[in-house]
């Protein structure tokens, strides 16, 4: 695939500084695995998810999608297709970029770590 002048495109396997490529990027093209899947929410990287593999991945797309963050491919063609779309209309892009927010939890941990704290102290596990 050819693309215009001004993208400028990457493809990487395996990598360990994925959060600093994140931040440099407008899309991530991957799979939609829990982690990544939460950190490009957090990020508010839209996602272009590629054949999710049935059981957690399917149901992460599926709630990335169904909020407007991100879309699926199916197979190459449809994500030559999809990309070639949204490169198209970068309104695409700005409108799935808004939605990221609707999942983003970027505090997740403490939030979850605070309420298991303070219910832990409501059991006198802990004292005040």
Do not use: C
Request: overall charge positive; charged content about 20%.
């Amino acid at each position: 695939m050819r693309y215009p002048e001004n993208i400028n495109a990457n493809i990487f396997g395996f990598i360990t500084n994925i959060h600093k490529l994140m931040d440099a990027s407008d899309i991530l093209i991957s799979k939609a695995g829990g982690l990544t899947s939460s950190e490009a929410m957090a990020k508010s990287l839209p996602m272009l998810i590629v054949d999710p593999i049935p059981g957690q991945e399917s149901r992460n797309a599926d709630i990335i999608i169904e909020h407007g963050a991100g879309w699926k491919a199916i197979n190459i063609a449809n994500l030559s297709y999809k990309l070639q779309r949204i490169l198209e209309l970068p309104s695409i892009l700005t409108n799935a970029r808004a939605s990221t927010h609707h999942l983003a939890k970027p505090k997740a941990a403490t939030t979850i770590l605070t309420d298991i704290y303070t219910h832990l102290q409501a059991q006198k596990y802990f004292p005040k």
